[in-house]
């Protein structure tokens, strides 16, 4: 059974461009978690979402910033016109229900370089 | 707003010692979930182990248990017989047991070194 699947694992954009991160769950997992981790920090909530459903998005920057899950396919973290401060690992975790201990497992991370 | 402090950045230990990392949270819940987290160069974040705050027996997992102090909202890791793999950052995380609201809420971090 495949782990939760990030790409890129590396993604370089110039400022003002736009950055798409991909997250595939686990198979058989619904619920899917976007994490930031700045240098030198542990990682900060950005949003949760079900498919088709953000449920929690009260750590995302209200601009420049969106996530979705589609019904088929990955969740996409989109940066609209990115800048320098958007340098950052971003990572994914997948959980299967929102039970009493639905571990989320995580993915290797994307790490974004705005130059 | 619940927090998670890691009030120690980098720790040391001696091969095969044991060391305790540190952790404090604040939260006004009763019913929560504490985790460690470790974080090898690889950056892959890997459970180390989990403590419900309704029991009171601290949580073990083979050389890693926790002290869980929920009246002073502590709670601390021991790893025993440390090895050169041990080495990473290693972060606390906190999540509510309420089912709406399943995100984590990370400290800083601990770097811990390991010497041979």
């Known amino acids: 059974n495949a782990g939760v699947m990030q790409n890129p694992r590396h993604l370089v954009r110039r400022r003002g461009q736009e950055a798409r991160l991909r997250c595939s769950p686990m198979?058989?997992?619904?619920?899917v978690y976007w994490y930031r981790q700045l240098p030198e920090e542990g990682l900060k909530f950005m949003v949760y979402?079900?498919?088709?459903?953000?449920?929690?998005e009260s750590g995302m920057p209200k601009e420049r910033f969106s996530a979705e899950f589609p019904k088929e396919g990955p969740s996409i973290l989109r940066i609209q016109q990115v800048v320098r401060g958007d340098s950052a690992a971003y990572f994914c975790?997948?959980?299967?229900?929102?039970?009493?201990?639905?571990?989320?497992?995580f993915g290797p991370g994307t790490r974004l370089t705005v130059t | 707003a619940q927090t998670v402090t890691q009030s120690q950045p980098e720790m040391s230990v001696q091969e095969a010692e044991t060391v305790t990392l540190s952790c404090t949270y604040d939260?006004?819940?009763?019913?929560?979930?504490l985790f460690w987290y470790k974080q090898p160069p690889s950056r892959q974040m890997i459970l180390v182990i989990r403590?419900?705050?309704?029991?009171?027996q601290n949580a073990t997992e083979n050389r890693f248990s926790v002290n869980f102090q929920k009246a002073a909202k502590s709670f601390s890791l021991k790893i025993s017989d440390s090895q050169l793999g041990d080495a990473a950052m290693y972060f606390c995380?906190?999540?509510?047991?309420?089912?709406?609201?399943?995100?984590?809420?990370f400290g800083k971090g601990i770097t811990l070194s390991v010497r041979p």
């Open positions: 975790a997948s959980s299967s229900t929102q039970g009493v201990f639905d571990e989320q497992y």
């Open positions: 198979k058989g997992h619904s619920h």
């Open positions: 979402l079900q498919k088709e459903n953000i449920i929690d």
């Open positions: 939260t006004s819940e009763s019913d929560y979930y």
């Open positions: 403590q419900e705050a309704y029991k009171q």
């Open positions: 995380a906190y999540r509510s047991a309420l089912g709406a609201n399943s995100k984590l809420t």
